[in-house]
């Protein structure tokens, strides 16, 4: 815990064709209709293609910036460094940039029956927690893991995220993994001021009920839900409004010029009027997963979701 003792010391995330824009309704015209802060992943910039340090934090920031989006969301494993005085200057770079750093997206898994394994991701998650701290940023997206019976992941994705339990253990078992693995993060979770957001992300998290039955069972304040709406493969719809009324982020995925692994042809409209009927008033966190240029696609979906998502005051 060197980084909270010591420089800190003071806190003691069925395939379809591929998407087109939604036919949007208009927006109501009495009162006031404002539309949610909006705020786009570096992974947009990047989706794990080449060099990391061609897209570097601030070369996103930038581009983010310039785009006219509202904040920006790190993703922890495109980070160049996590040292005190890098984060820093990713946060000062962002505040002159007139950007928020509002979500931090970060990798951990603790669906495994070894107890070495669960106890090197909850100290890494509680790393991570501290990494969000030193950002100021709000909430972290949080992964079950997967079963790990499957590992090549373009295969993953041709079985639409589904994989066998590891041989002689049971679903319930994995529950029970994750649900302590996450109880043990959550006491430097609320003593950092950062919100756990649950993402549907497969492994347990594949399903709006694996994924609300862990956020339920912990049933803490600093616990919620992340919700990618590019990660449910089939009711995808009615999966998002059961987690709808636990989100504390919303990740919303487009796919012009085709997806990397699928796309999905979603109703942007009708995912903002789900957000909309539980007065959902947080970001909407771009990912762009497409194969179209990004300096192209990402202003594209900046507008499709401006057009999407919004409420009236």
């Given amino acids: 815990m060197a980084l909270l003792g010591g420089v800190l010391g003071g806190c003691n995330q069925q395939a379809s064709p591929i998407q087109e824009e939604s036919n949007s309704k208009p927006k109501p015209k009495s009162g006031s209709i404002r539309n949610n802060p909006m705020g786009v992943s570096s992974y947009?910039?990047?989706?794990?293609?080449?060099p990391k340090e061609a897209v570097n934090m601030e070369i996103c920031i930038e581009k983010a910036a310039a785009m006219g989006f509202d904040g920006i969301e790190l993703l922890l494993v495109q980070m160049s460094s996590e040292e005190h005085s890098h984060l820093q200057k990713i946060k000062k770079k962002a505040f002159h940039s007139g950007l928020d750093l509002y979500g931090f997206s970060t990798h951990q898994g603790f669906l495994r029956p070894d107890k070495e394994y669960r106890d090197d991701n909850i100290k890494k998650t509680i790393h991570q927690i501290e990494l969000a701290y030193a950002l100021g940023i709000p909430t972290m997206r949080l992964n079950t893991g997967r079963w790990g019976t499957i590992d090549n992941f373009d295969e993953l994705m041709a079985n639409k995220g589904i994989e066998p339990m590891i041989e002689g253990h049971t679903e319930?078992?994995?529950f029970k993994w994750v649900i302590d693995s996450i109880e043990q993060c959550l006491p430097t979770a609320e003593k950092c001021g950062v919100q756990l957001g649950l993402e549907n992300h497969w492994g347990l998290g594949r399903t709006a009920e694996g994924v609300k039955r862990i956020v339920d069972s912990i049933n803490s304040p600093w616990l919620a839900v992340t919700l990618d709406t590019g990660n449910f493969l089939e009711n995808s719809y009615e999966q998002m409004e059961l987690l709808a009324p636990q989100a504390v982020?919303?990740?919303a995925k487009t796919y012009y010029g085709g997806g990397k692994w699928y796309?999905?042809?979603?109703?942007y409209e009708r995912i903002g009027n789900i957000m909309r009927n539980v007065q959902y008033r947080g970001y909407i966190s771009l990912e762009f997963e497409g194969q179209e240029d990004p300096l192209e696609a990402i202003?594209?979906?900046?507008?499709?979701?401006?057009?999407?998502f919004y409420y009236q005051t």
């Avoid at 947009?44 to 080449?50: D, I, V």
């Avoid at 202003?299 to 999407?308: A, D, Q, V």
Wanted: aromatic residues 10%; hydrophobic residues 35%.
């Fill in 44 to 50: 947009s910039f990047w989706q794990f293609n080449g």
């Fill in 249 to 251: 982020l919303v990740q």
């Fill in 299 to 308: 202003p594209k979906s900046l507008e499709l979701m401006r057009e999407s």
């Fill in 172 to 174: 319930d078992d994995g």
């Fill in 263 to 267: 796309s999905l042809d979603l109703d």
